[in-house]
């Protein structure tokens, strides 16, 4: 098992950037697979985007591709995503995801553990 803990949500103007960070817990961080999803009332929770246990693949949602960054420091048993050029649209609770499978994945279902999740906040 792991525990997840967001953090580096706020209030940005349009066009803003923010980096949010999820810490981990346990020794077994390194052989997770990592993901970020949004989730809106309107929309749900959607995929925003993902890393594997090696840090060398990643996938972006379409939405967010040139925009955001997803890297992993194993080391700190952290996850990170970098946000540019934020949009009203963004606007949603950011939660981190872990896979005791350590692949890539972009469903909510093949996640095993989830953060509380961080408020994102784009004004306009």
């Known amino acids: 098992q792991v525990q997840l803990v967001e953090s580096g949500g706020g209030l940005v103007q349009a066009g803003g950037s923010l980096r949010l960070s999820c810490a981990a817990s346990?020794?077994?961080?390194?052989?997770?697979?990592l993901g970020w999803f949004r989730q809106t009332p309107g929309k749900g929770r959607e995929f925003v985007a993902a890393?594997?246990?090696?840090?060398?693949?990643?996938l972006y949602a379409d939405s967010m591709k040139g925009r955001c960054t997803i890297s992993r420091d194993n080391a700190k048993n952290t996850v990170y995503l970098q946000m540019n050029s934020l949009k009203p649209e963004d606007t949603a609770v950011y939660y981190c995801?872990?896979?005791?499978?350590?692949?890539?994945?972009?469903?909510?279902?093949?996640?095993?553990?989830w953060g509380k999740g961080t408020l994102v906040t784009v004004s306009s």
């Open positions: 890393i594997n246990w090696r840090g060398d693949s990643t």
């Open positions: 346990g020794r077994t961080f390194s052989s997770y697979g």
């Open positions: 995801a872990a896979n005791y499978r350590g692949v890539v994945v972009t469903t909510t279902c093949d996640m095993d553990y």
